[in-house]
T-cell receptor
Framework: DAKTTQPTSMDCAEGRAANLPCNHS???????VYWYRQIHSQGPQYIIH???NNETNEMASLIITEDRKSSTLILPHATLRDTAVYYC???????????????FGKGTHLIIQP | DGGITQSPKYLFRKEGQNVTLSCEQN?????MYWYRQDPGQGLRLIYY???????QKGDIAEGYSVSREKKESFPLTVTSAQKNPTAFYLC???????????FGQGTRLTVV
């Protein structure tokens, strides 16, 4: 079973900030939160990841709550090209053996409206 | 350019035939993964490999087989035992299980 819960779909107006929530209430202390997105019929693309601090890169910002049970991916100025399925994933760091594969849930279909 | 390459992009096979999907990476990554995606669904993990000559079953390994004889290559064989092989197959790699994964562009397999 996926370790995360995301809304099935969301709409956002072009030019606005898109805020995508993710619940991961069973996350353990050393599991990271990763975000990927998949544009139709293409391979998923890495966006950002974090452990406990908020993170920002050229694509997005990641806000992780203090208890780490939920997070929000923020696309600050959404464009039509940001329409995609967004996946939130939690995973352990590499431990030299016995680690899990990278497991995806169903994600959130974000639709940017013109 | 460095990257991960899947071939072919589209593949058609007759029912009952085995078929092998290619995945090659020149990123010097240790870990590689195979996923299956059905229409409107998320990705489901088939197999993954942490290092050469080692691989682990994912959530839906039945009817599939893999090999990891070289670091850069992780071919997936869809056998005749796979009851519903028609799907979009994605390969990925990462330099350890802690870092971002890079995905290929996928192979769309249709079995008729």
């Amino acid at each position: 079973d996926a370790k995360t819960t995301q809304p099935t779909s969301m709409d956002c107006a072009e030019g606005r900030a898109a805020n995508l929530p993710c619940n991961h209430s069973t996350i353990s202390g050393n599991e990271y939160v990763y975000w990927y997105r998949q544009i139709h019929s293409q391979g998923p693309q890495y966006i950002i990841h974090g452990l406990k601090n908020n993170e920002t890169n050229e694509m997005a910002s990641l806000i992780i709550t203090e208890d780490r049970k939920s997070s929000t991916l923020i696309l600050p100025h959404a464009t039509l090209r940001d329409t995609a399925v967004y996946y939130c994933i939690v995973r352990f760091p590499y431990s030299g053996g016995g680690a899990d594969g990278l497991t995806f849930g169903k994600g959130t279909h974000l639709i940017i409206q013109p | 350019d460095g990257g991960i390459t899947q071939s072919p992009k589209y593949l058609f096979r007759k029912e009952g035939q085995n078929v092998t999907l290619s995945c090659e990476q020149n990123l010097n990554h240790d870990a590689m993964y195979w996923y299956r995606q059905d229409p409107g669904q998320g990705l489901r993990l088939i197999y993954y490999s942490q290092i050469v000559n080692d691989f682990q079953k994912g959530d839906i390994a039945e009817g599939y087989s893999v090999s990891r004889e070289k670091k850069e290559s992780f071919p997936l064989t869809v056998t005749s035992a796979q009851k519903n092989p028609t799907a979009f197959y994605l390969c990925a790699s990462s330099d350890s299980l802690n870092t971002e994964a890079f995905f290929g562009q996928g192979t769309r397999l249709t079995v008729v």
